[in-house]
């Protein structure tokens, strides 16, 4: 009798079904190593997955150029530890992650968490709570609000708040309902034709291919790194004022970084310009924040004919949080994560994931819709759109609970890769790549740089 397919093997069949893959693809990739990251739920499966989802597309596109379609392998251990921070300073250190007021906080009823990490997310945060921006100050009078009213009263003002909810309050939750009748990718394909991105080299099956890169932390920029680890050429874009200063290290990794003031005419005429000569376009900004700008998607289409337009957000496309702001740790909260590790682990507070999992798999689901949508449009002509939210994501990785966590040891001198990388802030070193496509190794020709650091040029 055959073996059960594991956690890592629905997930990845259930993801490449979504993304519009061919089933025999499915038969092409490996998944090796053992370990689990102590979690609730099957997060080393998941890494697995969605970096061996990625894998398998450019495994397909590079097939259009052979005499025989590549396999693909993906290495269990390494995808985990993707999924974490995969850059070693040599050295230098990285800035904290976090602003010092955000993090979870037990309110009158229940616990609540607060996403500071942006200026204006502070600014929203403190200003419904009234008081300073020091943590003892913060805690007193987060105690003296129902959760979900602190919740409502700081994304009324722009900011990002999420009370801790279980698993069962979710699927109740008129959101949560919402959630669970999206795709996990949500495909529209438009015949409105373009010109492709022209041969196809089988050892670099990206390279030729130019993105746009409109993403900020964590999962856009993550799928865009993925991108560039196959050839293609990311032009990333930021406002003027933006920086990601403890994570571009991590994130930059085969870009090129521009600014440009999308809200003034110069700016958004001359991104227009780099849309017009682009493949693809990546973003992360909330339903309807382009448009705003004047660069909705009849725009982009219009700038661009037969574009590759993959999208995220963080609370899905639907349901009555459709366009909230949110970020990985919010997710978690809400969708009951946060809430089923406390309980299972017997913690007296919220128990997160051990890596940002949303995030993570989310990026490199979008890479694998985006090089799925390159490969239809080659053979079509017909550009497209898939899009994608963290709160899918979390129910995808809901669906299966780990019983037992297996040993995952830290990480070692083995886990990385020879080289030292030249990045703008000192050396470091890399993890070794966590997928390989036969003929076709994981490589990116640039250090990871600062933002801003290039013009915005192709």
Not at 132 to 144: P, S, T, W
Not at 299 to 317: C, H, K, M, N, Q
Not at 443 to 448: G, K, Q, S
Request: proline content about 8%; overall charge neutral.
């Amino acid at each position: 009798m055959p073996d059960a397919p594991s956690p890592a093997s629905r997930f990845l069949a259930a993801a490449w079904r979504a993304l519009g893959g061919g089933e025999a693809w499915l038969g092409r990739i490996e998944i090796s190593g053992s370990g689990d990251l102590p979690s609730a739920f099957a997060v080393a499966d998941l890494a697995a997955a969605s970096i061996g989802a990625a894998a398998l597309a450019v495994a397909e596109r590079a097939a259009s150029a052979t005499s025989r379609p590549p396999n693909a392998v993906v290495d269990r251990r390494l995808a985990s530890l993707w999924f974490g921070f995969s850059l070693k300073p040599q050295g230098w250190t990285l800035p904290p992650v976090w602003d010092p007021i955000a993090g979870d906080y037990p309110a009158a009823d229940d616990w609540i968490r607060l996403h500071t990490n942006a200026a204006r997310h502070r600014a929203a945060a403190l200003a419904a709570l009234g008081c300073v921006g020091e943590r003892d100050a913060v805690a007193a009078a987060v105690r003296g609000w129902r959760a979900d009213a602190l919740e409502a009263a700081i994304v009324a003002r722009g900011g990002c708040a999420a009370v801790m909810r279980s698993l069962a309050a979710w699927a109740d939750h008129p959101h949560g309902r919402a959630v669970a009748a999206e795709p996990l990718v949500l495909f529209d394909k438009r015949e409105v034709f373009g010109p492709a991105s022209g041969p196809i080299d089988p050892t670099r099956p990206l390279a030729g291919v130019r993105v746009l890169d409109l993403t900020r932390i964590l999962a856009g920029p993550v799928a865009t790194r993925f991108l560039a680890a196959y050839g293609a050429d990311v032009l990333r874009i930021d406002p003027p004022d933006w920086d990601e200063p403890s994570v571009a290290p991590e994130v930059t990794l085969g870009k090129r970084c521009a600014r440009l003031d999308l809200a003034e005419p110069g700016g958004r005429e001359r991104f227009l310009a780099l849309l017009g000569q682009a493949d693809v376009i990546v973003h992360g900004y909330r339903p309807g924040a382009l448009d705003a700008l004047g660069l909705g998607e009849v725009e982009r289409r219009r700038a661009r004919p037969g574009l590759v337009d993959v999208s995220l957000d963080a609370y899905g496309w639907s349901g009555p949080w459709a366009g909230r702001r949110g970020f990985d740790s919010l997710v978690q909260m809400s969708a009951g994560i946060a809430e089923e590790g406390m309980r299972r682990f017997g913690k007296d507070k919220p128990t997160p994931l051990p890596v940002q999992a949303l995030d993570h798999a989310a990026g490199y689901l979008l890479a694998a819709a985006a090089v799925r949508g390159l490969s239809e449009r080659a053979a079509s002509g017909a550009g497209s759109s898939r899009r994608l939210s963290l709160a899918r994501v979390a129910a995808l990785l809901a669906s299966e609970r780990a019983e037992a966590n297996g040993a995952f040891a830290p990480a070692g001198e083995a886990d990385y890769a020879p080289e030292i990388e030249a990045t703008d802030w000192g050396p470091a070193r890399r993890f070794a790549p966590p997928a390989a496509v036969e003929g076709a190794p994981m490589r990116w020709a640039r250090p990871a740089g600062r933002l801003g650091a290039a013009p915005p040029v192709w």
